[in-house]
T-cell receptor, first 111, second 112 residues
Framework: DAKTTQPPSMDCAEGRAANLPCNHS???????VYWYRQIHSQGPQYIIH???NNETNEMASLIITEDRKSSTLILPHATLRDTAVYYC????????????FGSGTKLNVKP | EADIYQTPRYLVIGTGKKITLECSQT?????MYWYQQDPGMELHLIHY???????EKGDLSSESTVSRIRTEHFPLTLESARPSHTSQYLC???????????FGQGTRLTVV
């Protein structure tokens, strides 16, 4: 599975959009980009995933660059409850592949 | 809401004791995982299973063992707990080819 690089921490004002970047320059053609978050040491929670098209769901939007070497998770209106560690993972859909978590980005949403 | 449960949530135990951390899921998922996470640190995969009677070691060496006798149950056992085993243990499950893994709430283990 490809390695990802994320900034260790970011701040965001409450009500503003939070844009979390992720570099995955060694991603291969069959690998998806996943985002999870972990709030205060609870079990990680799935947010969104995509292959090459931009994706949106009720939680967030995922923007993947055309060359797929980087992506951005967007929380459109961050709230205090979005304070968490956000993990970017790349993984193929191979049945035998596992989920590897890096160090993630600690997002601090401030009032 | 994911149907994957871990018990106990918190456990304080003396050195040398044998303990089993329970993980159960009611989603019929074939794949199950155990991760270990120290406070503020990364999640490390320590065990996984592709189905009944399948168990594999993860990338982080662990003195724990696992078993998978039933699809829904993936317990983790420490034969002789030591203070170095103090950590949070997270269980997860997914279907084959799934795009998503579901996590339990974790067991926070303290060995004194």
């Amino acid at each position: 599975d490809a390695k990802t690089t994320q900034p260790p921490s970011m701040d965001c004002a409450e009500g503003r959009a939070a844009n979390l970047p992720c570099n995955h320059s060694t991603i291969s053609g069959n690998e998806y980009v996943y985002w999870y978050r972990q709030i205060h040491s609870q079990g990680p929670q799935y947010i969104i995933h995509g292959l090459k098209n931009n994706e949106t769901n009720e939680m967030a939007s995922l923007i993947i660059t055309e060359d797929r070497k980087s992506s951005t998770l967007i929380l459109p209106h961050a709230t205090l409850r979005d304070t968490a560690v956000y993990y970017c993972i790349v993984r193929s859909s191979n049945n035998f592949n596992k989920f590897y978590f890096g160090s993630g980005t600690k997002l601090n949403v401030k009032p | 809401e994911a149907d994957i449960y871990q018990t106990p949530r918190y456990l304080v135990i003396g050195t040398g004791k044998k303990i089993t951390l329970e993980c159960s899921q009611t989603m019929g998922h074939d794949k199950m995982y155990w991760y270990q996470q120290d406070p503020g640190m990364e999640l490390h995969l320590i065990h996984y299973s592709y189905g009944v009677n399948s168990t594999e070691k993860g990338d982080l060496s662990s003195e724990s063992t696992v078993s998978r006798i039933r699809t829904e149950h993936f317990p983790l056992t420490l034969e002789s707990a030591r203070p170095s085993h103090t950590s949070q243990y997270l269980c997860a499950s997914s279907t084959m080819g799934s795009t998503e893994a579901f996590f339990g709430q974790g067991t926070r283990l303290t060995v004194v």
